[in-house]
Nanobody
Framework: QVRLVESGGGLAQPGGSLRLSCAAS????????MGWYRQAPGKQRELVAT???????NYADSVKGRFTISRDNAKKTVDLQMNSLKVEDTAVYYC?????????WGQGTQVTVSS
């Protein structure tokens, strides 16, 4: 059974940093697409950043220059380094992976930015 397990969420002050990590287990298929999404209270889930198997990254305008997505294909992990955090970054963050022909989501990890 494929599982995506996220870690690294928590509380940060405005201007601070957090690093999220997501690890896949339970599959020997290759992972093409990896991405991070977030959902704030009362809002729809939105794309934060994506990265292809070749390492090409794409970011939402709201996080460009502050967040960096990276992946380790051997470890089947995707990380999100979040710097210069803002109050509006507060949300539940979810990782998403395309493994083989299937799409999988993590359970979500809470990120709260507050002074």
């Amino acid at each position: 059974q494929v599982r995506l397990v996220e870690s690294g969420g928590g509380l940060a002050q405005p201007g601070g940093s957090l690093r999220l990590s997501c690890a896949a287990s339970g599959s020997s298929f290759s992972i093409s697409y990896m991405g991070w999404y977030r959902q704030a209270p009362g809002k729809q889930r939105e794309l934060v950043a994506t990265i292809t198997g070749g390492g090409s990254a794409n970011y939402a305008d709201s996080v460009k220059g502050r967040f960096t997505i990276s992946r380790d294909n051997a470890k089947k992990t995707v990380d999100l380094q979040m710097n210069s955090l803002k109050v509006e970054d507060t949300a539940v963050y979810y990782c998403k992976m395309n493994i083989g022909t299937m799409v999988y989501w993590g359970q979500g990890t809470q990120v709260t930015v507050s002074s």
